[in-house]
């Protein structure tokens, strides 16, 4: 039986469409999987990347202010320079201080031992083989090899530094032709110039909005354990101010180790305090207020902004759950923003301005009926 010209036709159309569809998926795969191998690379040049366009209209500003190109260049530099200069320098002195802390609590962490041993055993009927393994992470040398871990990686971040630093230097002179060349290819690829602009524009807004929730939150965070007197209270403070970079599983990564120390310092009270505190203050900021706020401005919805954290930590480790909503946002405008018959898909990851008009307007035509 022959069939239709019109049949063939469309059969062989849609046979196109799925190969194309699996050749990009393929190819998607392939991208990813090379991202992950070389993660040592791609985390550090996103990250130059994110504070070079950060500091861009600092440089802006000097120039239409009559400063010469080369001294806002070298001001700009210099302003990313002392930024990281400063999170080293604390994360240094945090690990050196968290080596000192840790050997200071070698009682209380043998009576919380015996403490737990009680309660697995005689309140819950735990065998003693189940208990040696629950009570082998309570022990202080596993918290002194986790300090001494991290005090070694405090010392030894001279070669990354080194990277990040020169990658910055030379993103901060080449951004000098930027303007330049985004004006010639635009009148090729007007798309394409206006997703990178935009990306450029959220992720200013994104670290923006990141850095001032962030502060507030270490703010108050170093006010209440200073008050409760748990030791290091800078240390987890700054632990605060940094994860907050991280929507949603910032806030329990915070939280854990303020808690154990808390614990170990102050006993159950201070524990609860320090608990009900983070529990309700920061999951407040951090967990419903920020999101809120970050996502408004970055057009990323709550579940695609969770989804980014597990995906980019997964694929670039630590420094991708930092920088997940960057790359997102770099990935969105490659992918989608570039492309105009792409443009359907905003709503679906968090462009919702046409559905919110229309459900205004519905909503106003509800009230007048």
Request: glycine fraction near 8%; proline fraction near 5%.
């Amino acid at each position: 039986m022959n069939e239709s010209p019109g049949v063939v036709a469309s059969g062989t159309g849609t046979n196109s469409s799925g190969t194309k569809v699996l050749i990009s998926l393929a190819a998607a795969v392939i991208v990813l999987f090379g991202l992950g191998r070389i993660s040592s690379i791609v985390g550090p040049v996103f990250l130059a990347l994110v504070l070079t366009i950060c500091v861009y209209p600092l440089k802006q500003k000097l120039l239409a202010r009559g400063t010469p190109a080369i001294a806002a260049t070298l001001v700009t530099i210099l302003a990313v320079y002392a930024v990281i200069g400063a999170l080293i320098a604390a994360l240094w002195v945090s690990a050196v201080q968290f080596t000192r802390l840790i050997p200071q609590f070698t009682p209380q962490i043998t009576a919380l031992r015996e403490d737990l041993r009680v309660i697995l055993h005689d309140d819950l009927g735990i065998g003693e083989e189940q208990i040696r393994s629950i009570l082998a992470t309570v022990d202080l040398r596993v918290l002194l090899d986790t300090a001494y871990g991290l005090l070694g990686s405090a010392m030894n971040v001279g070669s990354g530094t080194v990277f990040l630093l020169l990658l910055i230097m030379f993103m901060s002179i080449d951004g000098a032709y930027f303007p330049t060349i985004l004006a010639a290819v635009k009148e090729k690829r007007a798309p394409f110039v206006d997703a990178l602009t935009n990306f450029a524009k959220l992720t200013r807004s994104f670290m923006i909005l990141t850095t001032i929730f962030g502060a507030i939150v270490a703010l108050l965070n170093l006010t209440l354990l200073l008050v409760v007197g748990v030791p290091g209270a800078g240390l987890w403070a700054m632990l605060a101010f940094v994860c907050g970079f991280i929507p949603f599983i910032g806030f329990w990564i915070s939280l854990v180790p303020a808690a154990i120390m808390a614990l170990l310092a102050g006993g159950l009270p201070a524990f609860i305090a320090v608990v009900a505190f983070y529990g309700v203050i920061n999951s407040l900021i951090q967990s419903v207020i920020q999101p809120k706020f970050v996502a408004g401005s970055v057009n990323l919805n709550m579940t695609l902004t969770f989804l980014s954290v597990i995906f980019w930590s997964a694929l670039l480790g630590p420094l991708g759950a930092l920088m997940a909503v960057p790359l997102s946002l770099f990935a969105r405008a490659i992918l989608v923003d570039a492309h105009p018959g792409s443009a359907w898909l905003r709503p679906f990851i968090g462009d919702v301005t046409e559905p919110k008009a229309m459900l205004k307007a519905k909503r106003a035509a509800a009230k007048a009926a």
